[in-house]
């Protein structure tokens, strides 16, 4: 209650059905929908009490701006004059005072996104669905969308589920986060936690990491041809595995001297990427891509260092038979299953 929650996913994941299912607009083939305790899978949209804000405004074009925010509240019964002197309040609430007896036709996008939105507030909802309603804005205009948000929900206490494909907004935006793949929620918890701790390889490169080292762990040591890692002391992870680290997490020394958690490379590329890098270091065929202000040359040795509170390790699914030694085991390269926790 009181929070909000992003559905993060590419497109086609299912996030949008999942709020189709949620407002009514979608009836389930199986199970049911509760909210607040209260089972709501076969209620009307309008018994619900569930406001929705699209990806377009999807204003009434015949009705001025006061018209739009006031005509849930005509619904609720109340007469035109006190529907309108409510609807004010929420128009005020999004910033659009001055445009209350404006036309539609003359809103910009994001106007028309405000005042969607004041008119789903103005519905009074108990949980509030954003279907990606700033994904056609633009970046600076999206900007001021999302600190609305912030704002209103500071100032409502409203519950919501925003759907985006947009990492940043959910980061920006929601207490927890559920990633999705293929209609399947594969992990949810912070952003913070998708991002630097991925439960398998799969969210791992859903949320755009590229670096992946398999080895072998025995003890508290991650063993690979890249060499030897030290793991943290709570690590619960043995045999087979892969370490993965952000682009962003590693750091590139320009020198070819050994230190510990890091390896040695050539680099192989270097490309712009803003104000910073993306620097190519390939070690024995595999490429690393690290994010860097630093800008070693074309084939230059170099050292990227991999802090341990970086990187995370995850296990590997291997059909390990009796003869095989742990050397040997090292040394296969299956395809990577699921993260026991998740798959469960």
Same mark, same amino acid.
């Given at each position: 209650a009181g929070g909000l929650l992003a559905l993060l $996913?590419?497109?086609?994941?299912?996030?949008?059905?999942?709020?189709?299912?949620i407002s009514?607009?979608?009836?389930?083939?199986? %199970?049911?929908?509760?909210?607040?305790?209260?089972?709501?899978?076969? !209620?009307?949209?309008?018994?619900?009490?569930? $406001?929705?804000?699209?990806?377009?405004?999807?204003?009434?074009?015949?009705?001025?701006?006061? %018209?739009? /925010?006031?005509?849930?509240?005509?619904?609720?019964?109340?007469s035109k004059a006190k529907a309108q002197l409510a609807a004010e309040s929420f128009i005020e609430? /999004?910033?659009?005072?001055?445009?209350?007896?404006?036309?539609?036709?003359? !809103?910009? $996008?994001?106007? %028309?996104?405000?005042?969607?939105?004041?008119?789903?507030?103005?519905?009074?909802?108990? !949980?509030? !669905?954003?279907?990606?309603? &700033?994904?056609?804005?633009?970046?600076?205009?999206?900007?001021?969308?999302?600190?609305?948000?912030?704002?209103?929900?500071?100032?409502?206490?409203?519950?919501?589920?925003l759907v985006t494909h947009d990492q940043r907004e959910a980061g920006v935006l929601a207490d927890q986060v559920a990633l999705i793949e293929k209609g399947k929620i594969i992990q949810s918890g912070s952003m913070?936690?998708?991002?630097?701790?991925?439960?398998?390889?799969?969210v791992f490169q859903a949320m755009g990491g590229v670096n992946q080292i398999d080895g072998f762990v025995k003890g508290n040591l991650f063993h690979s041809s890249f060499g030897t890692f030290t793991l943290r002391p709570d690590n619960p992870v043995t045999g087979p595995a892969s370490l993965l680290f952000r682009q962003e997490a590693a750091t590139i020394i320009a020198s070819d001297s050994k230190i510990?958690?890091?390896?040695?490379?050539?680099?192989?590329?270097?490309?712009?990427? $803003? &104000?910073?890098?993306? /620097?190519?270091?390939?070690?024995d065929g595999q490429e690393m891509r690290i994010e860097s202000s630093f800008t070693p040359r074309i084939g230059e040795r170099?050292?990227?260092?991999?802090?341990?509170e970086e990187f995370q390790v995850i296990p590997r699914a291997v059909e390990a038979r009796p003869e095989l030694s742990s050397n040997e085991l090292e040394t296969i390269r299956p395809e990577f299953v699921m993260h026991p926790s998740v798959a469960n």
């Amino acid at each position: 209650a009181g929070g909000l929650l992003a559905l993060l $996913g590419a497109s086609g994941a299912g996030k949008t059905t999942i709020l189709r299912l949620i407002s009514g607009l979608l009836k389930p083939h199986s %199970g049911s929908i509760t909210l607040d305790q209260q089972e709501i899978t076969n !209620l009307d949209p309008a018994e619900r009490r569930i $406001g929705m804000v699209f990806q377009q405004p999807m204003l009434f074009p015949y009705l001025d701006v006061i %018209g739009n /925010v006031a005509s849930p509240l005509r619904l609720q019964g109340l007469s035109k004059a006190k529907a309108q002197l409510a609807a004010e309040s929420f128009i005020e609430m /999004v910033g659009m005072r001055q445009f209350s007896r404006a036309s539609i036709s003359t !809103l910009s $996008g994001g106007q %028309g996104q405000r005042i969607a939105l004041a008119r789903a507030l103005a519905a009074k909802p108990r !949980l509030l !669905l954003l279907d990606e309603p &700033f994904s056609a804005l633009d970046v600076d205009i999206r900007s001021e969308m999302q600190d609305l948000i912030a704002t209103l929900r500071a100032e409502t206490q409203l519950t919501m589920i925003l759907v985006t494909h947009d990492q940043r907004e959910a980061g920006v935006l929601a207490d927890q986060v559920a990633l999705i793949e293929k209609g399947k929620i594969i992990q949810s918890g912070s952003m913070s936690d998708l991002y630097r701790r991925p439960a398998s390889l799969q969210v791992f490169q859903a949320m755009g990491g590229v670096n992946q080292i398999d080895g072998f762990v025995k003890g508290n040591l991650f063993h690979s041809s890249f060499g030897t890692f030290t793991l943290r002391p709570d690590n619960p992870v043995t045999g087979p595995a892969s370490l993965l680290f952000r682009q962003e997490a590693a750091t590139i020394i320009a020198s070819d001297s050994k230190i510990p958690n890091s390896f040695i490379g050539a680099v192989s590329s270097i490309r712009t990427i $803003g &104000f910073r890098y993306e /620097v190519g270091i390939d070690y024995d065929g595999q490429e690393m891509r690290i994010e860097s202000s630093f800008t070693p040359r074309i084939g230059e040795r170099v050292t990227v260092l991999i802090p341990q509170e970086e990187f995370q390790v995850i296990p590997r699914a291997v059909e390990a038979r009796p003869e095989l030694s742990s050397n040997e085991l090292e040394t296969i390269r299956p395809e990577f299953v699921m993260h026991p926790s998740v798959a469960n």
